[in-house]
């Protein structure tokens, strides 16, 4: 059957065995057994063994930035040790982005509120803080902490992680806000 027949007939063509296992491989994070991949692949354990050696011997000829080894009774892809510190300086780099000032006023004011909702950051802020709340979770610096009982709003806290970064064993090596804040606060938190 041609490829075109194949298709309209409803089989899905299978790709050849290496491209198989460098697809699998690609997306596992801890090694995987040569007879999982034999399974998934419906295909002798044997040959597996051979092509995934194989592909290991061609990466390591070629000189790749990649190693493929075989460890814990598994497979599974590795960066060149010789590469390594590249790839380190590459996520280290990338975690290391300043936030803007509105990350950083949004942090401080779930930090020193928290459980705070989205509304009360913005109230206090003056502006929707929403993206900017997205982004610091996404980051790892603040996470959901259930909800508001009375409003059902979600309410949000600063992570381990914030504390890591700031070099901080709790929140209460926090310093005091007090000294920076206008003497009428007591004031303007009564109206809100």
């Avoid at 409803?10 to 997306?27: N, R, Y």
């Avoid at 092509?51 to 892809?77: H, N, P």
């Amino acid at each position: 059957m041609e490829g075109s027949d194949a298709a309209e007939a409803g089989i899905s063509q299978v790709p050849d065995l290496e491209p198989a296992l460098e697809a699998i491989l690609m997306v596992v994070d801890e090694p995987v057994a040569e007879v999982t991949l034999a399974q998934v692949l419906e295909r002798p354990t044997g040959e597996v063994g051979a092509a995934l050696r194989g592909l290991s011997a061609e990466y390591t000829a070629a000189g790749r930035g990649f190693d493929l080894r075989e460890v814990a009774g598994g497979w599974r892809f590795y960066t060149r040790a010789e590469c390594a510190p590249l790839v380190e300086r590459f996520v280290r780099d990338g975690q290391a982005a300043r936030l803007t000032q509105a990350a950083l006023e949004t942090l401080a004011v779930v930090a020193y509120r928290q459980p705070v909702s989205r509304a009360r950051v913005a109230a206090i802020r003056g502006v929707s803080s929403d993206g900017v709340i997205r982004t610091l979770t996404a980051r790892g610096l603040v996470e959901e902490a259930g909800t508001d009982p009375e409003s059902q709003a979600v309410l949000y806290r600063t992570t381990s992680y914030f504390l890591e970064r700031l070099g901080l064993r709790s929140l209460d090596e926090l310093p005091e806000l007090a000294p920076f804040l206008p003497d009428d606060m007591e004031i303007l938190e009564e109206k809100q």
